[in-house]
């Protein structure tokens, strides 16, 4: 299975770690990154092959390629660009570095990575480069900007590459999950406590509002499913012979892809308020 090796980045919980694990039970040779070097501890614990990644830092990501690269005698088959955070708060809220900072991890750091693999695809004629995005890289919802423009930004780049590969047998998937288990919102509570002055903000009522049903609120957003449906989504990314350029996961990325398509413009922004409850 030497030329089914993947590099996976932010295995440390959620969607990397559960494709992480799937793969390697499935007989992949998966190089399993994280930011945290005790992530990457239990990540060696699993048995997988692990070492550091941080997407912001690109000292980091040349040294985890060459890493993968020598292991591998220079050959990979996937990418599975993964690792990633939600910045929430309302746009007029956010600094040029809150917004910068948002990019270089969810943009820049999945640029940078992709394209130092790239010249081992072109190569070897061959591989898969599959992009994590969201429902949120095809509709943006309010208080959400910052991770809208890069998913949006994402998906940019990834149907721009597409066709700049054709013909070259490399394929370019993009995963546009819904609502996931996953350590998703507590992390984007932690940004948004962070980088968000909400008691000097015009919205201050709303992001009262968000804090509370955050702190209080145990069950799962509606139609949310575990990490497994990525996993099969990749699978199908990775082992179709020709593979999609886009795999929905969950009932409302499908429901807003056939909105976006049959809706006038003002009914789709007027229920997209509705849908973007802070939370």
């Known amino acids: ?18 494709v992480a694990e799937g793969l390697f039970k499935r007989g992949y040779r998966v190089f399993a990154t994280a930011r945290k070097q005790e992530d990457v501890k ?3 614990n699993k048995g997988m092959e692990s070492f550091q990644l941080d997407l912001d830092d690109s000292i980091s990501i040349k040294r985890a390629v060459d890493t993968v690269l020598n292991k591998t005698e220079g050959k990979l088959f996937a990418l599975f660009n993964n690792g990633g955070f939600g910045q929430p708060g309302a746009v ?27 010249p081992t695809m072109r190569r070897q004629g061959y591989g898969r480069i599959i992009q994590n995005s969201s429902i949120l890289g095809f509709i943006s919802l309010p208080f959400r900007g910052a991770y809208n423009a890069s998913k949006h930004a994402l998906e940019g780049l990834s149907d721009t590459l597409r066709m700049e590969l054709r013909g070259t047998n490399i394929y370019v998937s993009i995963i546009e999950p819904g609502p996931i288990e996953a350590k998703f919102r507590q992390n984007a509570y932690a940004k948004y406590k962070e980088n968000i002055d909400a008691k000097s903000s ?22 949310t499913l575990p990490a497994t449906a990525v996993l099969e989504k990749v699978l199908q990314a990775l082992e179709n ?3 999609k350029a886009r795999y929905y996961v969950t009932f409302p990325t499908y429901l807003f ?23």
Not at 107 to 116: C, D, I, K
Not at 202 to 223: I, S
């Open 92 to 118: 007029e809220d956010l600094r040029r570095d809150v917004l910068r900072e948002q990019f270089e991890t969810n943009v820049f750091g999945y640029l940078e990575l992709t394209n130092l693999i790239l």
């Open 1 to 18: 299975m030497e030329e089914k090796s993947i590099l996976i980045t932010g295995c440390s919980s959620g969607i990397g770690l559960c």
């Open 202 to 223: 015009h919205f201050h009522k709303k992001y009262e509002a968000m804090e509370e049903r955050l702190t209080k609120e145990t069950a799962p957003l509606p139609f």
């Open 241 to 243: 012979s020709k593979p």
């Open 257 to 279: 892809v056939g909105l976006k398509r049959l809706l006038p413009g003002f009914l789709l922004e007027k229920l997209l308020i509705r849908a973007g409850t802070l939370g």
């Open 42 to 44: 239990i990540l060696l």
